[in-house]
């Protein structure tokens, strides 16, 4: 089955910028979508379509999907920002949604 | 706006039956362009997607492997609703159960592709006494 991998954790300044990367195999074939998760929450979709954005997600909040890795990013980081994140992608093969493991984002 | 509300025990006992229901309001169940999952999450096993419904013209229902033999996904039109029913539970079975509707990212020749989530319910957590 197709597996997506995130760096555990990501560490940033505020006002930073934060990259977070999602790698699988020719990822660059799938739709890559992006949620952000507070502690005690839901997740929320941030990304999908690899870069297109839910409405009220700030502008701060893009994505790319290249080769075999696709990459969340924050831009001017804010403390708020400080979460987990995962990446998703539909394996059509199998009809399933396959999640990442996760990111926890940390703001310094 | 669309909003999906959970109900539902937190607390069972190993060998019993998990039952959880979600509310959807702001869009019908019978959405023929959306689908309805659930989806858990536990520290051993991240997120984890177990099953979800979704009508064409007739209701569908899929499942994960991993629980294929245990559960079942019910939809419910009269009540705009859908329950999950989860057997033979173990502590395994400890986890937020989310219910959350899925839309496709685009279209093309009649079939649909790369699904997201984009509505949540509230989470449940789920403890299995054993």
């Known amino acids: 089955s197709y597996v997506l991998t995130q760096p555990p954790s990501v560490s940033v300044a505020p006002g930073k910028t934060a990259r977070i990367t999602c790698e699988g195999d020719?990822?660059?074939?799938?739709?890559v979508h992006w949620y952000q998760q507070r502690p005690g929450q839901a997740p929320v979709l941030v990304i999908y379509y690899d870069s297109d954005r839910p409405s009220g997600i700030p502008e701060r909040f893009s994505g790319s999907n290249s080769g075999d890795t696709a990459t969340l990013t924050i831009n001017r980081v804010e403390a708020g920002d400080g979460a987990d994140y995962y990446c998703?992608?539909?394996?059509?093969?199998?009809?399933?949604?396959?999640f990442g493991g996760g990111t926890k984002l940390t703001v310094l | 706006q669309v909003q999906l509300q959970q109900s539902g025990p937190g607390l069972v006992k190993a060998s019993q039956t998990l039952s959880l229901t979600c509310a959807i309001s702001?869009?019908?169940?019978?959405?023929?362009?959306?689908?309805w999952n659930w989806i858990r999450q536990s520290p051993s096993r991240g997120l984890e997607w177990l099953g979800r419904?979704?009508?064409?013209?007739?209701?569908?229902?899929d499942y994960a492997a991993s629980v294929n033999r245990r559960l079942t996904i019910s939809p419910d039109t009269s009540k705009n609703q859908f329950s999950l029913q989860l057997n033979s539970v173990t502590p395994e079975d400890t986890a937020v159960y989310f219910c959350?509707?899925?839309?496709?990212?685009?279209?093309?020749?009649?079939?649909?592709?790369?699904?997201?989530?984009?509505?949540w319910g509230q989470g449940t957590l789920v403890t299995v006494s054993s």
């Open positions: 702001g869009d019908a169940i019978s959405n023929n362009g959306v689908a």
């Open positions: 419904a979704y009508y064409r013209s007739k209701w569908h229902i």
């Open positions: 959350a509707r899925d839309s496709p990212a685009y279209c093309s020749g009649g079939n649909c592709y790369g699904h997201y989530f984009d509505q």
């Open positions: 998703q992608v539909w394996d059509d093969s199998s009809d399933h949604p396959v």
């Open positions: 020719s990822i660059v074939a799938y739709s």
